[in-house]
């Protein structure tokens, strides 16, 4: 079976732009969450999404924001980008229990 | 809130022998799940080991071992026999399967194990 699938994997944005990152779930899967991994913050959870409804939300701005599909899969959208967006941002899927999480590859962005 | 703590930023093994990583975390929840994940220069997280806090018996996964202390709350991972591709950053994690914090990990800070040859 086909692991969590993140795309692309890097990223160079300007600041004030705006980024759709993608993660497709393992077969079967139904929810995803997504992270935000930095040197000084580590791992923060930024949303949750089941069944195509965001059930969780991390203490996150508006500018980041999510979906999830029909298909289960995944996309993150980061409006007005900052320096301090850059990060390597991981989503991860897992069954109908939502408790054992299973990664991605992850997207290193960069902001410039 | 949950908070994860994990002490230690960073271990050294040698080939063959044991280690054992440290975690403590504060919740006043009496159901919850406690993981170890771990990180390699790959980046990819990889579940190593999971624990149900409703169960006192400590989990085991071939080389790799929880000592679960409910009532200290600390969940410890032992690797024994040490090999070179267990060099990886390390993350204890906590989730809380309820309500609004379904699908929500907590992470450690992390703790970086070099196993040297």
């Known amino acids: 079976k086909a692991g969590v699938t993140q795309t692309p994997r890097y990223l160079i944005k300007t600041r004030g732009q705006q980024v759709t990152l993608s993660c497709s779930p393992i077969s079967g899967h139904r929810s995803v969450s997504w992270y935000q991994q930095t040197p000084g913050q580590g791992l923060q959870f930024l949303f949750e999404y089941f069944s195509e409804t965001q059930r969780n939300k991390g203490n996150f701005p508006g500018r980041f924001s999510g979906r999830q599909f029909s298909n289960s899969r995944s996309e993150m959208n980061v409006s007005t980008l900052e320096l301090g967006d850059s990060a390597l941002y991981l989503c991860?899927?897992?069954?109908?229990?939502?408790?054992?999480?299973?990664f991605g590859p992850g997207t290193r962005l960069t902001v410039t | 809130a949950q908070t994860v703590t994990q002490s230690q930023p960073e271990m050294s093994v040698q080939e063959a022998e044991t280690v054992t990583l440290s975690c403590t975390y504060d919740t006043s929840e009496n159901n919850y799940y406690l993981f170890w994940y771990k990180q390699p220069p790959s980046r990819q997280m990889i579940l190593v080991i999971r624990?149900?806090?409703?169960?006192?018996q400590n989990a085991t996964e071939n080389r790799f071992s929880v000592n679960f202390q409910k009532a200290a709350k600390s969940f410890s991972l032992k690797i024994s026999d040490s090999q070179l591709g267990d060099t990886a950053m390390y993350f204890c994690?906590?989730?809380?399967?309820?309500?609004?914090?379904?699908?929500?990990?907590?992470f450690g800070q992390g703790t970086i194990l070099t196993v040297h040859p």
């Open positions: 624990q149900e806090a409703y169960k006192q």
């Open positions: 991860a899927s897992s069954l109908v229990s939502r408790v054992e999480q299973y």
């Open positions: 994690a906590f989730m809380n399967p309820s309500g609004t914090s379904y699908g929500k990990l907590t």
